[in-house]
């Protein structure tokens, strides 16, 4: 069932302080989230339909942390994330990587983000220091890891997907990019894909990616 307030979410207590120092002890959670959270939580896949603005980052980047929090660490930077979020512009990798970490360094997470227009060498040595959670636009992100034959960075450690914006990633022609990716992640992880529409080349994204997913639509009727 839907949460209704954030302390029903299972947060880890100095996350859950977080949120309500950043949204203040008498907010709720938006629609999206009252009915996300609790199916990401319990480790289901789930496609959200929502509209951009409608509080989609922070439905995924609070069990997204929660989940890479129980996992062990990230010692060596060139087996990768165990959290990838992939957007499909720079502009949005940025404003997700930046609510994201503001939570993430609370439980001692490191994030980092790979997007075009920036210096790539920072980028790769950010990567070989070592980050659980990468947000990343999908064509930098093959840049980075078909350099040196494959060897500089894999995604051998991700257990957590989300493709944020799925529909603009296809209509800017990432589909091809989108699908290698799934190709270089372990098959055993959880996913989380969300589109504002489902146009038949988003069914085959989540044919491919999602596993009997649920789906939460809250976007508004026409």
């Known amino acids: 069932p839907p949460v209704t307030t954030w302390g029903e979410c299972g947060l880890p207590d100095r996350v859950h302080t977080k949120v309500l120092e950043a949204f203040g002890d008498d907010s709720e959670p938006f629609p999206i989230q009252k009915q996300a959270l609790p199916a990401l939580m319990s480790g289901r896949d789930v496609i959200g339909i ?27 930077g060139s087996e990768g ?18 609510e994201t ?10 994030c980092t983000a790979v997007y075009g227009g920036a210096q790539v060498a920072q980028q790769i040595a950010d990567l070989k220091r070592g980050a659980e959670v990468v947000v990343a636009t999908p064509g930098r992100l093959i840049d980075i890891l078909t350099m040196q034959q494959g060897r500089l960075i894999a995604l051998s ?53 999602l596993h009997n997913p649920l789906t939460v639509d809250v976007s508004p009727e026409e």
């Open 81 to 98: 994330p165990v959290a990838l979020i992939l957007a499909p512009a720079r502009e949005l990798a940025l404003q997700i990587y930046r």
């Open 157 to 209: 450690r991700v257990s957590f997907v989300v493709l944020d914006e799925a529909d603009r990633m296809l209509d800017m022609g990432f589909v091809h990019d989108i699908k290698r990716v799934i190709r270089m992640m372990p098959q055993k992880r959880q996913n989380l894909l969300f589109s504002a529409t489902m146009p038949d080349a988003v069914n085959d994204i989540v044919a491919n990616m």
């Open 101 to 110: 970490k503001r939570f993430a360094s609370v439980l001692g997470l490191r």
């Open 50 to 76: 929502a509209k951009t603005g409608s509080g989609k980052t922070l439905a995924f980047a609070l069990p997204l942390l929660r989940h890479v929090s129980d996992q062990p660490p990230v010692i060596d």
